[in-house]
């Protein structure tokens, strides 16, 4: 199976590459320093995960996101593909199985967050392993000018030199000029292959609307284009309202936030994947990971913060090539609104001291102690425990993270697990001594089997409850009470969000915040703020080339089909072929000659025009400027 597109039939049921990947995944087998920038659905994770599978070891794969990070390892499993993940949620004797197994158990892929590249016990472990492969995902989280900087990924060169990796790939959807060269910097790249498909999408319409009645003209949106459609919004509240005004005018919605429970954002996002429900009203929450092809619209009704989240966003529609629109409904006010939001934002160093304190003060941890413990966290509970402001509040724990101090985890659908801890022979002494236990041990490894001794395996206590005929609470006493004897190690499932403190306590005094840095870090939000500002306002340029500028890929070709053009096309008088062809002498004309004689025409439209007088043999180019009558 040495041939990449071997493994792509075997493993995925797909018979050939899109755009980049086969030559990206070239690069990577022959060792070489690789940045891959492809856009939101164009494939990334197959460039990393192919090289791993042809390789003989394991490849560590570094994502800042836990449910990224279990999408992608469960969807490795499906494909019977060893794979693991290694996150904050997960308890001291997990992670040290999994550790395990990633040196003796013959695993491919290791995901784990970048935080975990500095823990003493992982650097001691991963020493062990035989690492041929680290892939880098979300690689603009190195770089201080990316939208979404983790300076955790700064860890990433030393770890990799520390051990010898020499096959390294780094892989985002988007990357400015100033962001690439920080990655290939950071990364410790020498001679880096960088592949960088167009940002331009031939299906995709660009539109923007000034407009104050957003909503009605949302409305009128959705009535025109059939198919499904994600709304995004700016608050959690205001996606709710959205929802039930569609709802009340026959449009089937539902709204999608970070403040839903795990379940009810499960059973959304199902629905409306599956086209029970066709338009998700959302906050930015939703959406990465998620793969639905046939999204025909994307609208916005309130203006992201930036460019990039923009670009990543509208991508999410006509993944499967066929025309999709994304639209950004715009008015005057959301300048100053989104003005307003960042500067709430960008919280300053004492309010950070306060919100330090107040956890410091909540999970009772003395100044140096802390190190590498977790615990749960209530948001609402905190802030008003605490009497603090819950906007704020939400920055100045994003800017704790940023510095390093704690991490934050998203609620993780993660089922309950269970590990073997008793050999054979003691398990069967104890199920002679225990007869009321015998049955449910029986049915774990009826249902298991001895994999129960080599992994925490996710069970269904539900299947356990059927089986024994028993009710599933019952299951839980008895599971519980294996784990008191010490024969299992029982994880029941938690949806509650986690915070890790990555660093042992200081005094919030001494807070390693550098007021300059929180000053300048403003300024560039604002910058990167003013840069969607002026996509919406602009109304004499293609918006497709506007985005590619923006990213650093400059073309003379536009799109044809986003609100400028297609404005652009109706305004032009009707160019009749008799006129191109008389306006050719006998000995011939240069083009840029023969453009001039027609002002009024858009450029593009002229050369297409060339072209089927062409086809159509009534003109010739006699060179790749010169043109001649037949």
């Known amino acids: 199976m ?127 392993m035989n690492i041929v492969l680290m892939a880098i995902d979300e690689a603009h989280c190195i770089s201080q000018w990316g939208h979404d900087f983790r300076p955790s ?45 167009s940002y331009a999408r031939t299906n995709l319409s660009y539109s923007v609307f000034n407009i104050e009645q957003k909503e009605r003209k949302m409305l009128q949106i959705l009535e025109k284009v059939m198919g499904s459609s994600i709304v995004y919004a700016a608050s959690r509240k205001r996606t709710e309202q959205i929802a039930k005004s569609l709802n009340k005018y026959g449009i089937s919605a539902t709204f999608y936030h970070a403040g839903l429970s795990l379940s009810e954002r499960n059973q959304r996002q199902t629905s409306w994947i599956e086209n029970g429900i066709r338009v998700m009203v959302a906050t930015n929450a939703f959406g990465m990971g998620i793969n639905k092809t046939d999204v025909r619209t994307v609208i916005h009704i309130d203006l992201p913060n930036h460019l990039e989240a923009y670009y990543q966003e509208v991508g999410r529609a006509g993944r499967d090539g066929l025309k999709a629109y994304g639209v950004l409904l715009f008015s005057e006010q959301d300048s100053l609104e989104g003005q307003r939001r960042i500067e ?109 001794y080599v992994e925490y395996l996710p069970i269904s206590e539900m299947a356990i409850a059927e089986i024994l005929k028993i009710k599933v609470n019952q299951v839980i006493v008895q599971l519980n009470q294996l784990e008191r004897y010490q024969v299992i190690e029982y994880r029941q499932s938690s949806f509650k969000p986690q915070i890790q403190f990555l660093m042992a306590r200081v005094d919030s005094a001494e807070l390693p ?43 003379d070709v536009s799109c044809g089909v986003c609100d400028y053009c297609l404005e652009s096309q109706k305004e032009e008088p009707e160019l009749k072929n008799h006129r191109l062809i008389e306006e050719i002498p006998v000995e011939g004309i240069l083009l840029d000659e023969l453009f001039k004689k027609f002002p009024e025409f858009n450029t593009k439209r002229l050369l297409i025009k060339l072209r089927n007088l062409v086809e159509d043999g009534k003109v010739y180019f006699e060179n790749e400027s010169l043109i001649k009558k037949k």
């Open 153 to 197: 990924y700064l860890q990433i060169k030393a770890f990799r030199h520390l051990l010898n990796i020499d096959r390294v790939i780094a892989l985002t959807a988007t990357a400015t000029k100033e962001v690439k060269a920080e990655i290939i910097d950071q990364l410790g790249f020498s001679h880096p292959i960088i592949f960088q498909n």
């Open 344 to 452: 709430r934002a960008e919280v300053d160093k004492p309010f950070i001291q306060r919100v330090y304190q107040a956890l410091a003060n909540k999970y009772k941890l003395a100044i140096g102690s802390g190190e590498g413990m977790s615990y749960d966290l209530n948001y609402l509970e905190f802030i008003n425990d605490f009497d603090l402001p819950a906007y704020e509040t939400a920055f100045a724990l994003k800017k704790l993270e940023n510095t390093g101090l704690i991490q934050l985890t998203e609620n993780v659908s993660q089922k309950s697990r269970i590990f073997m801890l008793l050999e054979r022979d003691a398990l069967y002494k104890f199920q002679v001594a225990h007869a009321l236990l015998d049955p449910i041990i029986k049915v774990l490894f009826r249902l298991y089997g001895g994999e129960l």
């Open 513 to 555: 915040l550098d007021g300059k840095e929180l000053s300048a870090h403003k300024t560039k939000v604002l910058q990167k703020f003013k840069s969607i500002v002026l996509y919406a306002k602009a109304d004499k340029t293609c918006r497709t080339r506007m985005l590619q500028a923006y990213f650093d890929e400059y073309t």
């Open 2 to 128: 040495s041939d990449p597109k071997n493994i792509l039939s075997q493993f995925w049921g797909h018979t050939s590459f899109r755009p980049s990947q086969l030559e990206i995944i070239t690069s990577v087998l022959n060792a070489k320093e690789t940045l891959a920038l492809l856009p939101t659905g164009g494939g990334k994770s197959i460039c990393f995960q192919i090289p791993g599978l042809l390789l003989e070891g394991l490849t560590i794969v570094v994502t800042p996101l836990i449910a990224l990070m279990m999408d992608q390892v469960s969807d490795l499993k499906q494909r019977k593909i060893k794979a693991m993940a290694i996150h904050s949620g997960m308890s001291s004797k997990e992670i040290d199985v999994a550790l395990d197994n990633c040196i003796y158990g013959a695993y491919r892929f290791l995901y784990i967050s970048p935080e975990r590249l500095s823990s003493d016990l992982f650097l001691a472990r991963a020493s062990k």
